[in-house]
């Protein structure tokens, strides 16, 4: 006599722990019709043990966003669980890993900041080079930015002119 349409003992003897990497396939119907769909990523936490009401915590990271779904251990809309992969963790609950993801991300937007930064400081300096005499480009006009004048090279015709100043 099957009470539930679930393999409990399987899912009881399934040994998932936090830092584990597991793909849960969730039946959807749509259209009279149900599918497979699968959800893949890192076991953030397992509470309540292996009675009736335990739950799995699920995190994985789609299109930069983190996302989390809290699975019961022994639901029917749970088709199979898989674990991939095994990670040695030290902790039973690893609600850490949302910190340090936002962690790593605002390290990359610094990075992306001062970037950015540096490559507005290059097109600076191309826009200060000299341009030639009577001759415009298709782009917006240069603005004229005051900068440390190199000495000029003397030619030889204010060569005299300075030595009759000077006498």
């Known amino acids: 006599m099957k009470i539930s349409p679930v393999n409990m003992d399987a899912r009881k003897k399934l040994d998932l722990r936090a830092g584990d990497t597991v793909r ?3 039946k959807i119907e749509e259209k009279g019709k ?3 769909q699968p959800f893949e990523g890192l076991v953030l936490a397992r ?4 009675e009736a009401g335990a739950t799995f915590t699920v995190r994985r990271v789609s299109d ?3 996302v989390e779904k809290i699975f019961p251990l022994y639901s029917p809309v749970i088709d199979r669980i898989e674990i991939l992969k095994r990670s040695k963790t030290r902790r039973s609950k690893l609600y850490n890993i949302r910190r340090q993801a936002i ?3 605002s ?3 610094k990075m992306m900041f001062v970037n950015i930064k540096s490559e507005e400081k290059v097109v600076e300096e191309s826009k200060e080079e000299v341009v030639v005499e009577g001759e415009t480009s298709n782009e917006a006009p240069v603005k ?3 900068t440390e004048e190199a000495p000029k090279e003397e030619t030889p015709a204010e060569e005299p002119k300075k030595e009759e100043e000077a006498k």
């Open 34 to 36: 149900v599918r497979l």
């Open 103 to 105: 962690k790593q991300i």
């Open 107 to 109: 390290k990359r937007m």
């Open 47 to 50: 509470k309540h043990g292996a």
């Open 64 to 66: 930069s966003y983190g």
């Open 24 to 26: 849960v396939y969730q």
């Open 144 to 146: 004229e930015a005051v």
